[in-house]
């Protein structure tokens, strides 16, 4: 394949977090408005061009206290900082459709360098005609690194929400003609 412009197709794609919570569960969630701008070849991402951004007012735990809660100005602060965003940087082959891409991710007015390992997953043809491609991607990021601070002792020992968030992305990209 050559470079080509490829858009999220959102209904096929899905963005997720974990965070541990009272030191002895995780708690789960995912992003619902999200948008990425790729121009890459899929076979070869080493020379991609990546963008992405996620609506953070889109955040859902399945529970809509504690989603209310995390687009306060206790956590997220939406009305300060409504996103999230990655822009590549760097990315390194590391073995068959698997990347190392480090970029740039703003969140909560800062701005730190984080890698995520993402894996090519392939490309397909939908029953229209459409190319298809899609990609894996996995990272953790410190919430306090970001600011996001928040936080209660636990009499127990520790603390109810865990520094260490893990993300990952499940993208089904439609190739632009």
């Known amino acids: 394949m050559t470079k080509a412009q490829w858009v999220v197709d959102a209904s096929h794609s899905e963005v997720g977090f974990s965070v541990r919570h009272l030191m002895i569960a995780k708690v789960k969630g995912t992003f619902h408005a ?50 999230l965003t990655f822009k590549a940087t760097a990315i390194t082959k590391t073995g068959e459709g698997e990347y190392s891409v480090t970029g740039d991710v703003s969140l909560h007015g800062v701005t730190r360098s984080e890698t995520f390992e993402v894996t090519f997953e392939g490309t397909s043809r939908d029953p229209w005609g459409n190319t298809k491609a899609g990609f894996s991607a996995t990272g953790a990021i410190k919430r ?34």
């Open 34 to 83: 999200f948008e990425a701008n790729i121009v890459a070849d899929p076979a070869d991402l080493t020379s991609a061009e990546i963008s992405f951004s996620i609506d953070l007012s889109s955040v859902d735990t399945r529970n809509g206290d504690r989603d209310a809660h995390l687009k306060s100005a206790d956590f997220f602060d939406i009305e300060q900082f409504p996103a």
């Open 144 to 177: 306090s690194d970001y600011g996001l601070t928040y936080n209660a002792a636990l009499e127990t020992g520790g603390v109810m929400i865990g520094d260490d968030v893990k993300i990952t992305l499940e993208i089904e990209a439609l190739q632009q003609a």
